[in-house]
């Protein structure tokens, strides 16, 4: 298809007229056609409207039809084939292998939403008609859901990501505020949307796609037919949404995943047993994606002593091969560069190694701190995400000045252990602390990378996310969108199918 | 035993220095002995302590404790025997036959709970170890849970009530704001509580119990160690404390259940075939514990007619033999008295019938009242619960204006049909609009009475509770004090005892 820079409201195309603004590839900067218009609060209103319009009956089409839908978009998406990658590499400056990594993570979890619906458990039907009166529950949608593309997942945490699929699959019709960093990218999962929604003979109004910056979201999460939201992105993004769902006459829930910084344990054992070939995992982990992942190691804590001056070692020297990357946009530029020299000069801190040097002002140079412990836990501003590929060692005296550092740490996505076999007793006690502090508990391994999965937890304590009940990867994350009804003494025709007695 | 006037921290007994109050029998006015002291910040800052320091040891102990505790406070509290009921009659002027049952209830709530957490389902054991990571997924408790004690359910929503049962149950221990009317009561429902902790040789903070007002309660729900809320009570008072939590560090979920009025609707047909006996019924629904029921039936909306002459005839007869009964607090009286004269002065609304008159400040006198919807639809204040055995009618001009008004409604714990045959499509129609109004939906019935069982919903949309996505009665109550965690590649003996592989 040919992109065309128009919103979608609905299956119709406008061009927004609140501005307009073009995407640019952050490794040239150079912009990339065409314009996009930005969508008004006219545009809001209609796509949200639409949404309200769609609501019941798409909640109430058989599930099939609602499994199907998620199929389509991911067939949809699969067929756009390599005009999507392309597209989404000029926009994103993501290399094509993990585009097309993340394309089938994408259409693995539309598929796998499918089905959850086909399976119908998520409806948690309970009937009991024992006691005098006849009581039927089931789940159901929660409403139209506004769902904010993120930039560094374009496709698996954007347009048709993981919050779209869960809150289609809950039966809640989904109005998208494409990120401004991957218009294109956008309109085309959009389109693969919009063509699903009109094979499957839905309502138009089951997908929305609008185009803009803050005001076009806030005007968005303001609107009385949103029910809840979906977001992924900074920390002032998400607290600035939950702030606008708050004041809202009636307030809905904002899942927010926000900023973390992913700490890593390195145990004495496993520093002892493996401390050379940890350094060097650990800058794979740092650097993967020029740093740009939710679950990124910025923070490594361990005790001082040979073996860690060895990690540090191996570390700092795989650190320094590695090559300056282009960051996603030119803001994100700026904002690791910012972010990176405040780090630098914290009371403390010291520089043990920078990757190679940036080539131009859309590339992050990685960089390896150290601070010690005491200095670590007298700073109010350590515990900061800084986006992009840095991180920070922080060195204790000992173990039990190691257990106060856990202690210390905000709400985290994830937590990380090496262990080896001496470290059984220290890890027991410091997993009080790391289970309230984490929503994934790893061991031996490094947080990036997330398996789409039942068992899966992509989620955390405040402020990771606004609230530790949810994951917003794995079959649950359906469950943000979801409410009980009772229906109490009901004649059979009254009933939701999944209620009635014949099913 | 002997009423102390003391709170409870953990298993220490302490008089409370900042203030203090007694109760009142509603009926006399006269006060009750002894004096409640009043907990200070310091005893707010032990209880949530003693709490936090339990936690861990309470959520990782075997889960057969857990249910035995929950049995034990059952048991302890049948053990109470008559005093429990007497002292719950004299500080509530609830009827003897009305606490039996509500006692019955309650300990009833805290033996299904101990029955779920042996089944064990609640934990939703996820374990994927099929891809190249080994991943295991727990529902584990939340924290340490603030719970307020409502007025109208001095057993069933108070101390040891369906907050506290479920807390308990997700391994949450518990620091109860004791509610200021029934003082004595909690008291003896706390140390119930109390002997079971010491008896299960769970640590002591698992239970405290505080007594004060709003400054007691806000200290607490403002205390780091506290992680989620349940309250039971006013608009007011629900959103003082929600806004206390969101203005946390780290803001906490607080489960309000706060006010609604519960409409009824009498669909035409169900009129014409039972206008009278329904006058009757609707009248005892409404009358029922003078009108303190969460769900109490405080709006019923009908098409103009003879039939619905016959009904608001019915009805005014039967209010008018219905003795005015004590409200559960002077201030509630009170309170009742300005709603209804509040009701009264509102533009077209007409007084259909007064039930008989109070004989002192502490009773209330039923009121049933009318208004045309054209007026109700243009009122701003109709919508406000009147605590107590208060009732408007709204009388449309045909089922397209019902409709209309059930369209205008906000978000309710209840709604009920009334329909005979000929009203199946008038209620189809209505069915969106309620369904995304309510969380249980009844037929041909009212809906005072909450049968506690795993397909109930006590929960609703904004405002009748601060979420819709839960329900405060029934299993899935544990819901609210329950979150994910994941462990990726974890070994055996770091793991929690569900995901174990020997189990």
Redesign the interface.
């Known amino acids: 298809m040919t992109l065309t820079g128009e919103m979608l409201l609905g299956s119709r195309r406008k061009r927004g007229q609140a501005g307009h603004f073009q995407a640019a590839d952050p490794r040239t900067g150079e912009s990339l056609l065409p314009e996009y218009g930005i969508s008004d609060d006219d545009d809001v209103a209609q796509a949200a409207g639409l949404a309200a319009q769609a ?2 009956p798409f909640r109430t089409a058989p599930l099939e039809t609602r499994a199907r839908l998620l199929d389509g978009i991911a067939d949809n998406i699969e067929a756009l084939g390599d005009t999507l990658i392309e597209r989404a590499a000029a926009e994103t400056a993501l290399p094509v292998a993990r585009l097309q990594g993340e394309r089938a993570r994408t259409v693995g979890q539309l598929r796998r939403f499918a089905a959850v619906v086909r399976r119908g458990e998520f409806q ?1 039907v ?3 008609s024992q ?1 005098s ?1 006849d ?3 089931v789940k ?1 949608g ?2 139209p859901v506004a769902v904010f593309g993120a930039s560094n997942f374009p496709l698996a945490f954007s347009v048709a990501g993981g919050d779209t699929a869960s809150a289609l699959a809950a039966g809640c019709p989904v109005v998208v505020k494409a990120h401004p960093a991957h218009p294109g990218t956008s309109e085309l999962v959009g389109d693969a949307c919009r063509r699903a929604v009109e094979a499957s003979g839905l309502p138009e109004g089951v997908f929305s796609l609008l185009y803009g910056e803050r005001e076009t979201g806030s005007a968005l999460v303001a609107h009385p037919a949103i029910q809840a939201v979906g977001f992924t992105g900074s920390r002032a993004g998400g607290m600035a949404l939950i702030d606008i769902a ?1 004041q809202r006459k ?2 809905i ?1 904002v899942y927010a995943e926000m900023s973390c910084i992913n700490p890593i344990f390195l145990l004495p054992g496993a520093l002892q047993r493996r401390a050379q070939a940890l350094g060097g995992e650990f800058v794979d982990s740092l650097t993967l994606g020029c740093g740009q992942f939710c679950t990124n190691p910025g923070l490594v804590i361990a005790c001082a002593g040979d073996d860690l001056d060895t990690f540090r070692n191996a570390a700092s020297a795989a650190l320094a091969d590695k090559a300056a990357g282009a960051l996603l946009t030119r803001g994100i530029a700026r904002a690791y560069r910012e972010g990176a020299d405040r780090l630098e000069q914290q009371p403390g801190v010291q520089v043990l190694a920078r990757g190679q040097q940036a080539n131009n002002d859309g590339q992050a140079q990685p960089l390896l701190c150290q601070i010690s412990a005491d200095d670590f836990l007298a700073s109010d501003v350590l515990q900061q995400e800084v986006f992009g590929p840095a991180s920070l060692i922080v060195v204790c005296r000992d173990a039990q000045q190691l257990e106060a550092v856990a202690g210390a740490l905000e ?1 985290q996505l994830t937590a990380t252990l090496h ?1 080896a076999d001496g470290d ?1 007793a220290l ?2 006690r410091l ?2 602390t790391l ?2 502090m ?8 490094f947080p990036t990378g997330v ?1 789409v ?5 992509h ?1 955390g ?3 990771s996310t ?6 917003s990867v ?1 079959d ?1 994350a359906i469950e943000r969108f ?10 059979t ?2 009933l939701p199918a999944a209620l009635k007695d014949d099913q």
Chains 1, 2 share one sequence.
Do not use: H, K
């Open positions: 609501f019941y948690r309970a009937i009991d006691q009166d009581l039927r529950l159901t929660l409403g708050r009636v307030p829930p709400g262990l059984t890890a027991g997993m009080p289970e309230r984490v929503g994934r508990l790893l061991v031996n391994g398996a999965s039942a068992a899966m937890v989620g304590p405040w402020p606004s609230s530790p009940l949810y994951t794995g649950s979801l409410r009980p009804i009772c229906y109490q003494n009901f004649p025709e009254l």
